[in-house]
């Protein structure tokens, strides 16, 4: 969501807010790196596509940019996190199985929070890892039952319940909407308050 800066910190009982340092939802919030290190390919190629779980990384904005112009007729689904991050290897590990599945209605790609400052702010992404579809180049929105509708914060519990989002929205954009209703059961939904300031 823009207009403002966000944090996103659990709400539901038993869950640990993002503000108490050294708790294991603090650590998996976003931080830019201060000095992240670029990935040259062979032949010094500026942004390699790199793989990880199977699964195509996009390692700066021109990729990208590429992905959102290209994927046609298919939904785009941008991972937006970090591979080393517990929750994000948890969600990697349920797009890498079912992508096969997805083929002819999903087009998947890894991305690193770090290397893509500019979406990384546009998204307002402050916790990963965070979810964005795209349709022939049209941002998708999703009504999660949250206040946020631009992306899916957090790892999916099941892999029915990515495929069936990803049969929504392919169905949805297909009919020409931009926003669809969430299919999964609420409480498979990871519960976030926005904090929003500045405004």
Not at 91 to 119: E, F, G
Not at 126 to 133: A, D, H, K, L
């Amino acid at each position: 969501m823009r207009g403002g800066a966000w944090s996103a910190a659990p709400s539901g009982p038993g869950q640990v807010p993002c503000s108490l340092r050294g708790s294991a939802a603090a650590e998996r919030r976003f931080r830019p790196s201060p000095r992240p290190s670029p990935h040259p390919g062979p032949r010094g190629e500026p942004c390699p596509v790199r793989m990880s779980f199977l699964l195509p990384q996009l390692t700066c904005k021109k990729e990208v940019d590429q992905a959102i112009k290209s994927v046609a007729e298919k939904v785009l689904v941008l991972r937006f996190g970090r591979d080393n991050d517990p929750v994000c290897l948890q969600l990697d590990d349920i797009l890498a199985k079912t992508s096969h599945d997805l083929s002819k209605m999903a087009v998947i790609y890894l991305v690193d929070v770090n290397k893509v400052p500019v979406y990384t702010q546009y998204f307002d992404i402050s916790y990963i890892p965070s979810t964005v579809f795209f349709f022939n180049g049209q941002h998708m929105k999703v009504d999660y039952g949250s206040p946020d509708h631009t992306k899916f914060v957090g790892s999916f519990k099941t892999k029915q319940d990515f495929i069936d989002l990803i049969e929504v929205i392919y169905r949805g954009a297909m009919r020409g909407k931009l926003i669809v209703r969430s299919p999964i059961d609420p409480n498979n939904i990871p519960k976030y308050d926005l904090l929003y300031q500045g405004i």
